[in-house]
């Protein structure tokens, strides 16, 4: 089991970037609405999996306004895959 | 650390939650500027043919084709960002075009509305298809689909002397700012 990607508030963040279209990128707020959030829990979650390498986030500036976006990678598509399917293979008894 | 089945299927739950949410979301983002355009059309669309009753089939003609035009490219656009996931997007907005036009055209060549009637008959079949649409895509799209047709039910029947500008104004006024509601969720 990815330890990494199990912990609830993470999953919750893989979820919500891997349901995101062609790899798109989610401004910090956003997300942080959709998984229902604070600022430091998630701004701590989003950093362990930049570290596993399952995140990117990308800052820049809207006008004066700083902005932070989270795009899944590749390596985070593909490991939360196989951890959604080691949790059905729970469910039916292959795990 | 193993998990039970029953873990197994609450952390699925949570996955499936998440995933709407995201969905749900994205989708606001991405129509909020129809809306708001739509918002824009309706008020000079409903305003023009108040001050010009015996021009309203080439001002909504016109603004049909504008409309067609300015969504094939917000279409085109989200498409594009969204890369290879998404690319029969602008064909299927095509067809859905295509599809509510022949209805459109078909049920009013068949019934044969005037005026405010045929003023309230495409936004209600707008209203019909936002609440349809917010069953599967987001609560916020139902909201819309209700408040259209509580509007125009509203103007239509309480206001019939005036309904045109009720939507102009009213109607316009009303989608422009739900539009900037979901460009904000």
């Known amino acids: 089991m990815d330890e990494i990607i199990h912990q609830p508030m993470r999953l919750k963040i893989m979820a919500a970037l891997n349901a995101l279209p062609g790899g798109q990128a989610i401004e910090f707020p956003r997300l942080k609405s959709i998984v229902e959030a604070t600022d430091g829990n998630l701004g701590a979650h989003i950093a362990t999996l930049e570290t596993a390498g399952y995140v990117a986030t990308e800052k820049d500036f809207l ?3 700083p902005r932070t976006r989270i795009r899944m990678t590749p390596v985070g598509r593909r490991e939360f895959a196989r951890h959604v399917e080691f949790l059905r293979d729970i469910i039916e008894g292959r795990g | 650390m193993s998990l039970t089945p029953d873990q197994a299927v609450e952390a699925l739950r949570d996955v499936e939650r998440a995933r709407s949410r995201s969905i749900a979301f994205y989708s606001y983002r991405v129509s909020s500027p129809q809306v ?3 918002g824009i059309f309706w008020f000079i669309g ?3 043919s108040d001050l010009m009753p015996t021009k309203g089939g080439p001002i909504w003609g016109a603004i049909g084709v504008a409309w067609f035009i300015l969504s094939f490219l917000f279409s085109r656009r989200s498409t594009q960002k969204a890369a290879a996931g998404n690319k029969g997007q602008a064909w299927r907005f095509l067809v859905i075009y295509l599809t509510f036009t022949v209805f459109i055209f078909s049920t009013v ?3 044969r509305p005037r ?3 045929m003023g309230a008959f495409v936004p209600m079949l707008v209203a ?3 609440t349809i649409l917010g069953l599967w895509t987001g609560w916020r799209y139902s909201a819309i689909g209700v408040g259209i047709a509580v509007l125009t039910m509203g103007g239509y029947f309480f206001l019939p002397a005036h309904f045109l500008l009720w939507m102009a104004f009213v109607g316009g006024g009303a989608l422009t ?4 509601w979901l460009r904000g969720a």
């Open chain 2, 36 to 38: 708001i355009m739509w």
């Open chain 2, 109 to 111: 060549a068949i019934m």
């Open chain 2, 128 to 130: 019909a298809m936002y």
């Open chain 2, 115 to 117: 005026g405010a009637e």
């Open chain 1, 63 to 65: 006008g004066k306004k």
């Open chain 2, 46 to 48: 409903y305003g023009a």
């Open chain 2, 177 to 180: 700012l739900t539009g900037l």
